[in-house]
C-alpha cells in the first residue's frame, strides 16, 4: 500500500508521447551495477538505520508504534531479522503474525535496486536533447516511485504500450529484404494450403472454409476488441485512483514550492531546510536521487521532486493480519487467499512484455469465442431453442 496523505482526486497525471522509455543496456553499465553487499550499499544501510533511531526519538508512543511497524523496526530501532527460523514459523502457527520477514534484506535489496536504476536512468536522460524531455522522464519517474507494487508494473507497462522504443535504424535494402521474406513465406503458405484443400472432400472444403471465416470476424470483431479493451482500459483503470492522488500530492508540492520562491528568506530551493532531517525519499526513490544531483539540479521538475520529503517508506516492510475477521465471516480467508493470489498472477502478467501479453490474451478469447460458438453449434442441431 502506498503510505501517503489521503488525497482525493481521480485525474490522471499525462504522460508525454515523445519519450523514448527504452534504457540503453551496455557492458559498461553492467559493471557499475550494485548488489546488496557492495560496500556503498552497506554504508547507505548503516546511514539509515542511525537515521531512523533518530527520528524515532522524537515521535510520541503512539505514532512510533506504527513507524515500528511499517518500517519493520524492533523496540530498540533496528530493522528486524529472524535469528531462528524455528521460532518464527511456530509464530506464524499461533497466528501471531502472518509472515515471517527479513526485513534488513528487503531494505538492503530495495537501496541496491534503486541505486542500480537511479544509475540506468541517468544514462537514459543524458541521451535526451531537450531538457523539457528530461522533466518529463522525471516526472514518469517520480509518478513510480510513488506507486510501488503492481500499481508501478501496471503504469509502466501502460507507458511502455503508449511510447514504445525507439527501433534501430535500418538501410532501405534492409526494409526492401525483409519485405520480400514475408511476402514468399506467405505466398508459400497459401500455396501448400491450397494444395492440401484440394486433395480433400468437398465437404471438408466447406467446413474448413466456414471455420477460417468464423475465425476472422471472431478474431476482428470480438478477440480484438477484448485485447484492446483489457490492455489499453481495464488494467490501466485500476490505478486510476492512486494516479489521482499522486497528482493531488504533485500539484501541493507545486503550491508549496512556489509559496517559498516568492519568500524572502528561502534562498536555496533544492535543499531541505534542516540538513538533519530525516527522509525516506533520500533512499528509496530514484526520482529523489536524480533530482538532487548537480547535473539536473536546474531542472523546474527537479527541484519540486527534491521538495517532497516523508519519513515514512513506500510500503509496509512488516505483514501484519487481524485474524479477529476470520471468525466473524466463514469466506474471509477464502477472499482474502482468492485476492492474493489474483494479485500475484496479475502482478506476474504485467511483467510480461506487450506483445507476450497481448498474444496470451488473444489466445485465450481466441479459444474461449471458439468453443462457444462450437458449443452454440452443437446446441443449434440438437434443439434450435437452447440457444437462446
Not at 468437398?202 to 485485447?227: E, H, P, Y
Not at 500539484?251 to 531546510?273: F, G, H, M, R, W
Request: some cysteine; proline content about 4%; charged content about 20%.
Amino acid at each position: 500500500k502506498v503510505l501517503a496523505p489521503p488525497l482525493k482526486s481521480s485525474t490522471v497525471l499525462p504522460f508525454p508521447e515523445n519519450v523514448n522509455t527504452s534504457i540503453p543496456t551496455h557492458l559498461e553499465s553492467f559493471k557499475r551495477m550494485k548488489d546488496p553487499t557492495d560496500p556503498e550499499i552497506l554504508k547507505k544501510m548503516r546511514e539509515l538505520s542511525e537515521k531512523l533511531i533518530n527520528y524515532r526519538q522524537t515521535l510520541d508512543t503512539n505514532l512510533r508504534r506504527e513507524f515500528d511497524l511499517l518500517w519493520g523496526l524492533n523496540a530498540n530501532g533496528q530493522f528486524l531479522c529472524p535469528l531462528n527460523i524455528d521460532r518464527g514459523l511456530m509464530m506464524m502457527k499461533l497466528g501471531c503474525v502472518s509472515e515471517v520477514r527479513n526485513v534488513r534484506a528487503t531494505v538492503l535489496s530495495e537501496l541496491s535496486i534503486t541505486t542500480n536504476t537511479a544509475t540506468r536512468e541517468v544514462e537514459l536522460l543524458r541521451t535526451f536533447k531537450s531538457p523539457k524531455t528530461q522533466q518529463q522522464r522525471l516526472l514518469y519517474l517520480f509518478q513510480c516511485d510513488l506507486l510501488p507494487g503492481v500499481s508501478g508494473k501496471i503504469l509502466e507497462s501502460k507507458v511502455k504500450r503508449d511510447v514504445g522504443k525507439k527501433g534501430r535504424e535500418v538501410s532501405k535494402w534492409a526494409k526492401l529484404i525483409g519485405y520480400a521474406v514475408i511476402f514468399i513465406v506467405n505466398a508459400c503458405m497459401l500455396f501448400y494450403v491450397f494444395l492440401f484443400a484440394m486433395r480433400q472432400t468437398k465437404f471438408r472444403q466447406n467446413a474448413w472454409f466456414r471455420s477460417f471465416m468464423t475465425w476472422l470476424g471472431l478474431d476482428i470483431i470480438l478477440v480484438g476488441s477484448m485485447v484492446v479493451l483489457i490492455s489499453h482500459f481495464i488494467i490501466p483503470s485500476m490505478i486510476m485512483r492512486d494516479l489521482g492522488k499522486i497528482k493531488q500530492r504533485l500539484l501541493s508540492n507545486i503550491q508549496e514550492y512556489q509559496a517559498k520562491l516568492c519568500s524572502e528568506t528561502y534562498n536555496n530551493v533544492i535543499e531541505p531546510d534542516d540538513s538533519n532531517s530525516f527522509s525516506s525519499t533520500d533512499y528509496l526513490f530514484v526520482s529523489s536521487k536524480i533530482a538532487h544531483m548537480e547535473e539536473f539540479r536546474h531542472l523546474t521538475i527537479a527541484k519540486i521532486i527534491a521538495h517532497f520529503r516523508t519519513p515514512w517508506p513506500k510500503q509496509s516492510y512488516q505483514s501484519v493480519k487481524d485474524y479477529s475477521h476470520s471468525y466473524k465471516s466463514k469466506f474471509t480467508m477464502l477472499f482474502s487467499s482468492m485476492s492474493n493470489v489474483l494479485i500475484f498472477f496479475l502482478g506476474s502478467f504485467i511483467q510480461l512484455p506487450p506483445s507476450v501479453q497481448d498474444a496470451v490474451i488473444n489466445s485465450g478469447f481466441s479459444a474461449g469465442f471458439g468453443y462457444t460458438v462450437v458449443l452454440l453449434g452443437q446446441l443449434y442441431y440438437l434443439y434450435p431453442a437452447l440457444i437462446v
